[in-house]
């Protein structure tokens, strides 16, 4: 049995689809879900599939990441800009990490430009908009190959 990717989710992302379209689009977090499901499923990856507005739960996420899966696609949302914990935890996860942004965090706000997390990423991706979530799971299952 293949080890599962985790695909997680940092604070507001659940409020994607219902305010700043125009930054973030039209969907929804459950369209998230169902993309990364259905592109995972063509690799024969299932998705463990988090999101929370709490820093110490994505942590505790990683925490059991480490060991039981193969990889893990995070949108840390704001803490990536702020989280020395993220960062922390993911290094110590020993897992390939890729990170998401849906909007392209450089052409944003200059506290947008620097993230904790991607001195621990393989891959970092943004303004791809949701579709980066499918292709980070896709480079995910190449280098696991
Ligand atoms: O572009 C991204 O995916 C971000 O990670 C989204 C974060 C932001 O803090 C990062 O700088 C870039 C914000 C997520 C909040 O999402 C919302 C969605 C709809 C309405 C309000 C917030």
Redesign the pocket.
Known sequence: MSKPVYVLN????????????E??GRETLADVEALCRATAKDFGLDVIFHQSNAEHELIGWIHEARGTACGIVI???????TSIALHDALKASDLPVFE??????HA??A??HHSYVSPVAIGVI??FGIS?YAAAIRRLAEVIR
Not at 75 to 81: E, F, I, L, S
Not at 100 to 105: A, E, G, K, L, Y
């Open positions: 940092g604070p507001n992302l659940n409020l994607l689809g219902l305010r700043e379209p930054i973030y949108n840390p949302a704001a803490y990536t800009h998401v942004h849906i909007s392209n965090v944003r706000e506290f947008r943004a303004g980066g």
